[in-house]
Each structure stands twice: as C-alpha cells, then as structure tokens.
C-alpha cells in the first residue's frame, strides 16, 4: 500500500494510490465477509406488522449476539445501573432505537463497502477515486478494523504481537496494515501529506 496522494482535477478532488495484487484480493475477501455479515444480520430481522402497514423499515430491538456484529452495531446508551429510572430505560430506549435505526446503519456500511468493491483495483496497481468514495473506503476500513479488532480482542492496551503459534498472528498483521492503510487515507482526506 502507497501513500493516497490527493491531487485537484477539473472534475474535482481525486485521490490517487496503489496497491500490490494479493493487498487488492485481501481487501476485497474482507470487504465481501463483511458485506455477508450486515446481510446475515439484516435478513434475520424479524417482520414487523407496523412496518407492513407504514412501509416503515425496521430491524431487530435486539443487539446482536455475535461479539464483532455488535461492535459493528452497538447499543445507542449505556445503562445507567444508578439512575433512579434503572437500567430498564435505557434497554427500552436501545430496543426501539435499535430496531428504527439499524436498517440505516447496515445500509450505509452496504454501501460504503459496494463503493470500496466497485473502485477496488481487481489485480492491483494504480488507482484513483473521487472523494465522495475516499470517505466510503475510510469508513468500510474502519468497520474491518472494528472488526478484526474484535475477532483479535485488541483493546487500548494491545496486543501488539501475538506468538507465532497463535491461531490469529496473521490476522494481527492483517489489522496493523488495515490501521496504515487508514491513516494514509485519513491524512489524505484532510489535507495532509
């Protein structure tokens, strides 16, 4: 992975980069589980007879159960366990937030992750995206950083090596790269070098 470098054209600002073949297929692997992931998730939503009436979307009240699909899809508030309303408001709250505003979540990281596979270079080499699919990539990056940081369990603290006999030491590897390649991005988008 090169440096995205941000160049003004006539059509507006277009960033420019690179990757080498087997970074383009490991990309596209990710973006495609994850992309099977938000379906999985949204296929199973329950029906809803207020949705079949309204033509109202909405999704499960429940949060996932899956540890990487609910850092993908966390809850909207924390229960407050000393609040005088109890934690029960809170999970009220979560519940019919969650189920008017998930269809829009996993819809907008559908389609940031379309966008990443749409402008992805098949084999690899040299590329260049318009900003609107800068910010896609940026944010599908970030949910396969959330991801995989899940999967890998990294925390503040870490891990910042696994042993080698680890079943997930790749993966780590695959993470820190993810990590580069988002911040060249990032520092693109804003204007820096």
């Known amino acids: 992975m090169r440096k995205w470098k941000r160049v003004e054209t006539a059509e507006g600002t277009r960033f420019r980069s690179a990757l080498a073949a087997h970074e383009a297929t490991l990309l596209q692997s990710l973006v495609n589980s994850l992309m099977d992931m938000l379906v999985d998730r949204e296929t199973s939503s329950p029906t809803d007879e207020l949705e ?43 519940s019919a937030l969650r189920s008017l505003h998930e269809p829009e979540i996993i819809e907008a990281k559908r389609h940031a992750g379309q966008r990443m596979l749409a402008t992805l ?17 940026a944010a599908c990056v970030n949910d396969l950083r959330l991801a995989l940081g899940t999967m890998l369990e990294i925390g503040a603290d870490g891990p910042d090596h696994l042993p080698a006999e680890h079943p997930m030491a790749g993966h780590l590897d ?5 990590t580069v390649l988002q911040e060249y991005l990032v520092l693109g988008l804003m204007g820096k070098k």
Request: proline share 9%.
């Open 52 to 94: 079949e009436l309204t033509g109202m979307r909405t999704g499960h009240s429940k949060p996932p159960e899956d540890d990487t699909m609910l850092r993908l899809l966390p809850d909207f508030f924390r229960p407050q366990h000393d609040h005088p309303a109890g934690s029960r408001t809170a999970e009220s709250l979560n």
């Open 121 to 137: 270079p098949a084999g690899g080499g040299r590329f260049e995206i318009a900003e609107d699919d800068a910010h896609c990539w």
């Open 174 to 178: 695959v993470y820190q790269w993810l």
